[in-house]
């Protein structure tokens, strides 16, 4: 119930192309869902999150896509950058309590 | 300023000693959190702090003790540590739910 399964477990994107990564939920009750991106030895950082009452949010090159029916959401990034290259979390979360994380995304963005 | 400050950023300790891992924030925010981080996996919950109380713990051995001083402050007591706790340790704050991570520290125990 408290599972989010992220797919897939890498991905190696050419430059300029779009990063696709997709995670689904079990927990209805799950209110806040973010997205997070991890360099090699460094702490998580929050790149974007969304709610259950918009369907999309986009900042800059990076979208998330919400689809509430299929209990699943998804991260774009557009024109992917080799400075992009990192792993990838997707979370969610239920009253502002603590994070449910996926396994986890590696990118490679080829140059 | 969405900064979360962690010391040390290394540390390398033997399974008798003692040390200390400090956290800090100045963004109000009134819950904090330990994480423990394995090589490619996510981060896992240890600890939740919540108006400096804590309010969670993950069952998480007696060997590692948190602490929270103040609203600003987190420390993370280690005693008796084992080969297996090398890890990433991760600080978080957060406020309505958007959690704001440390750069962590790097365990070794030897």
């Known amino acids: 119930q408290q599972q989010v399964k992220q797919s897939p477990q890498s991905l190696i994107v050419q430059k300029g192309g779009i990063s696709i990564i997709n995670c689904a939920y079990e927990?209805?009750?799950?209110?806040?869902f973010p997205w997070y991106q991890q360099f090699p030895g460094k702490g998580p950082a929050l790149l974007i999150a969304?709610?259950?009452?918009?369907s999309e949010k986009k900042e800059g090159r990076f979208t998330i896509s919400f689809n509430k029916s299929a209990k699943q959401f998804s991260l774009h990034i557009m024109d992917s950058q080799p400075g992009d290259s990192a792993t990838y979390f997707c979370?969610?979360?239920?009253?502002?309590?603590?994070?449910?994380f996926g396994s986890g995304t590696q990118l490679t963005v080829l140059p | 300023d969405t900064e979360v400050t962690q010391t040390p950023k290394h540390l390398v300790m033997g399974m008798t000693n003692k040390k200390s891992l400090k956290c800090e924030q100045h963004?109000?925010?009134?819950?904090m959190y330990w994480y423990k981080q394995k090589a490619k996996k996510p981060p896992e919950l240890m600890f939740v702090?919540?108006?400096?109380?804590?309010?969670i713990n993950e069952s998480v051995p007696s060997r590692f003790s948190p602490e929270c001083p103040n609203s600003s402050l987190l420390n993370l007591h280690l005693h008796a540590l084992q080969p297996e706790d090398s890890a990433l340790y991760l600080c978080?704050?957060?406020?309505?739910?958007?959690?704001?991570f440390g750069p962590g520290t790097r365990l070794t125990v030897t």
């Open positions: 927990n209805t009750a799950f209110d806040y």
């Open positions: 702090y919540s108006y400096e109380k804590l309010s």
């Open positions: 979370a969610a979360s239920r009253s502002a309590r603590q994070l449910t």
């Open positions: 963004m109000g925010h009134r819950a």
């Open positions: 978080a704050s957060s406020h309505y739910g958007e959690q704001y």
């Open positions: 969304i709610r259950p009452d918009v």
